[in-house]
């Protein structure tokens, strides 16, 4: 690698680094860590008290970027959770995917859309494969985990416990280019509903409660499915994401198995003239919305 090359890497992690991101070193031309597993710790220097991971050596230090990216022309990984971001990562189809498969670009639109929101504008690192990396600030005493699939198919969020690749690093396939935005805008209040974590339930419901709201499970699955059938022209897909909110919450609480939601709801969705690929990205993204929200099962159901 040429001397100009090693140093827009290093470039690459100190304006990271100046705008509050906690970086750590990549393999170089790769994406996994640079920095040594747990089963190899020798439990000297900065884990002298215990083994450090990934997540708790990045640094906004210069020195310490410096020190790190004058032994090797690393890559740039950003810790999101102690840089108070999370990154939304819009993959794109792999070739062991359905051939309907949406990207996730696509599958954002189509989020944005059904949420009745406009497609923020933020901050963008096109990926080498054609994927996109969103970047939002976390609210303040707001510590969200990352997600895989939560938003919707090929959408996953990097949080705590999660990092990017930053722009300016280097793999065969290519670079990681900022493409759109110069700030990172603050998380949309609908994305933050989404991946909030529930809270989880105090207390076990009791025998009855548990009965009569599995009858009543029963009862809304037979409802929202003819609702999602009869449906006219137009407002077909609303309906098939209002009945999937509806019924998430059963699936939550243990009342209904999720493949038996799907089943129905995908068979009323193209009964009702829908494909099957836009019945299946609409639920999925419902239905996750409404199980993440609904873990705490309200007993006046």
Request: aromatic residues 6%.
């Amino acid at each position: 690698m040429t001397h100009d090359a090693r140093s827009a890497l290093l470039r690459a992690a100190l304006d990271a680094a100046e705008r509050g991101w906690h970086v750590f070193p990549l393999r170089p031309g790769a994406k996994p860590p640079a920095l040594h597993g747990e089963a190899s710790c020798t439990g000297t220097g900065e884990c002298a008290a215990g083994h450090r991971k990934w997540e708790d050596r990045a640094t906004t230090d210069p020195d310490r970027i410096q020190a790190a990216w004058s032994r090797a022309p690393f890559n740039v990984g950003i810790a999101t959770g102690p840089s108070g971001l999370v990154v939304v990562d819009l993959d794109m189809p792999k070739p062991e995917d359905d051939a309907d498969t949406p990207c996730g670009v696509t599958s954002f639109k189509a989020l944005c859309e059904r949420a009745g929101q406009a497609a923020p504008t933020t901050l963008t690192v096109r990926t080498p494969s054609g994927g996109r990396h969103l970047y939002f600030t976390t609210p303040p005493g707001i510590r969200l985990p990352s997600t895989k699939g939560t938003l919707a198919k090929k959408i996953d969020t990097r949080a705590w416990g999660g990092y990017v690749v930053a722009a300016g690093s280097v793999t065969p396939a290519g670079p990681y280019e900022a493409v759109g935005g110069s700030v990172a805008a603050p998380l949309p209040s609908w994305l933050l509903s989404i991946l909030k974590p529930a809270p989880k339930p105090v207390q076990a419901p009791s025998v009855a409660v548990t009965v009569q709201s599995r009858r009543y499970a029963d009862t809304a699955l037979t409802n929202e499915t003819r609702n999602v059938t009869t449906a006219h022209h137009g407002g077909r897909e609303a309906a098939l994401f209002r009945a999937a909110r509806a019924l998430g919450r059963f699936i939550a609480w243990g009342d209904l198995p999720r493949s038996a939601v799907e089943d129905a709801l995908q068979g009323a969705g193209e009964a009702a003239g829908l494909t099957a690929s836009e019945c299946r990205s609409t639920l999925r993204s419902a239905l996750n919305w409404s199980i993440a929200h609904n873990q705490q099962r309200r007993e006046t159901a």
